[in-house]
């Protein structure tokens, strides 16, 4: 079954789901699957190996993220609040 360009990596749906569904599923699946930014070394390597488990495969670092990417928004919030908080003491 081919993918076509504007249903992506949901065409294997096919007919079922509605569009709605098969558009959060796309816009979910495609940022899981793309390369991220490891924290350790820095490169785009880290894929994901189960929910919520990411590796990099440069340096072999394992680390726990979200269930889809490997850095919620919350967890970058709360990264930023505590650097602020670490600057002004």
Same mark, same amino acid.
């Given at each position: ?22 558009? @959060? ?51 970058? @919030? ?12």
């Amino acid at each position: 079954m081919a993918r076509t360009k504007k249903v992506g990596i949901t065409g294997r749906f096919g007919a079922r789901y509605g569009r709605k569904a098969k558009r @959060s599923v796309k816009m979910i699946e495609e940022n899981m699957k793309k390369n991220h930014v490891c924290p350790r070394c820095d490169r785009p390597y880290v894929k994901r190996q189960a929910a919520g488990i990411w590796k990099c495969r440069k340096c072999g670092a394992v680390f726990t993220g979200g269930a889809y990417v490997p850095e919620t928004p919350m967890a970058k @919030s709360a990264a930023r609040n505590i650097r602020n908080v670490n600057v002004e003491e």
